[in-house]
């Protein structure tokens, strides 16, 4: 499997290419802004990869260097050129029946999750309301694609994401409250793949608590686990012309499996979901973090002030 990654080491922007091994150091590659969006329109995800290597300046950097931060894969450097999006009740778990091939196309669920930037990376906290009611970790495929000029998506590749959210208040209301329950942070790998969406990744979720795993599961994802096919979700989505925005980068959350909660687990304040994914030798951790910050009103704050 190829992969590339990227990071910011010393102020500048860098890229490198397959895993890392474990305590090696980092051979990285300065990458001029644009040059690997350029790449994948020009010649598709596996043209990331010579993108990278043509570069003859590289600097070594030990994989615990306080200066060195990974990037979520190819996030532009503007705030608002990325958006997050997720499918929702795509497993085959979630469906009575299995599909038929033959029937008329009828999409997923589906909503906007947030920015790029607002992505977190590995080991950074996943916060998330003081009000919430009962959390769900999401181990998901998430698929890349940047637009060209013209707001064609080009695929880039995939990697693996957390979708973390408030399982407990969306069934107070499914029909309308699912947005409110999506407000958790969402986490993902730097490693980008550079191959077709995977038909299978499986590994296993730990959440751990105190030091000590508290909970665990095995878990798979990927084509074939979903009740419909990649295709048909990425095409009908992109049927849409906000998506296809000139420039834009949209990371396709594909949707989890049933996870802790269906289990009747309940992850509290301070527990660390960790998704290893064995079959593609990576490994997606974060400490989750309850933000106890009372609500403010800044109507009602403003009103107030006004009358004074």
């Not at 260097?65 to 050129?81: H, S």
């Not at 196309?105 to 909503?111: E, K, M, T």
């Not at 990927?222 to 419909?228: E, I, P, Q, R, V």
């Not at 998506?243 to 049933?258: A, E, F, I, T, W």
């Amino acid at each position: 499997m190829s992969v590339i990654f990227e990071c910011e080491y010393q102020g500048r922007r860098y890229a490198g290419l397959d895993l890392p091994p474990p305590g090696a150091r980092l051979r990285l590659h300065p990458v001029p802004d644009g040059r690997l969006h350029e790449a994948v329109i020009a010649g598709g995800p596996h043209a990331l990869k010579e993108a990278v290597a043509q570069s003859s300046e590289t600097v070594l950097v030990a994989a615990d260097d306080p200066q060195l931060r990974y990037l979520p894969p190819l996030l532009p450097t503007g705030t608002e050129g990325s958006l997050v999006t997720g499918f929702m009740g795509t497993h085959r778990s979630k469906h009575p029946e299995d599909p038929d091939p033959d029937a008329e196309f009828r999409p997923p669920n589906w909503l906007i999750k947030a920015m790029g930037s607002w992505l977190r990376l590995p080991d950074e906290p996943l916060t998330v309301s003081a009000s919430t009611v009962a959390l769900l970790e999401e181990p998901e495929v998430a698929l890349v694609f940047i637009n060209d000029d013209i707001g064609d998506p080009h695929y880039a590749g995939y990697t693996f994401a957390n979708d973390l959210n408030d399982i407990g208040f969306h069934l107070r209301n499914p029909w309308g409250w699912t947005p409110y329950s999506k407000l958790c942070d969402t986490s993902i790998t730097p490693w980008l793949f550079l191959d077709e969406p995977p038909r299978t990744a499986a590994g296993k979720i730990v959440v751990e608590r105190g030091g000590a795993a508290a909970w665990e599961v095995p878990f798979a994802c990927g084509a074939d686990a979903l009740f419909y096919r990649i295709a048909d979700m990425v095409d009908h989505l992109f049927s849409h012309p906000g998506l296809r925005r000139p420039g834009l980068v949209n990371y396709l959350l594909l949707g989890s499996d049933k996870a802790s909660y269906h289990a009747g687990h309940r992850l509290e304040d301070g527990d660390r979901v960790r998704i290893d994914v064995t079959s593609h030798g990576v490994v997606l951790s974060n400490p989750v973090v309850w933000d106890r910050r009372p609500g403010t009103s800044v109507v009602a704050e403003r009103a107030a002030a006004a009358a004074v």
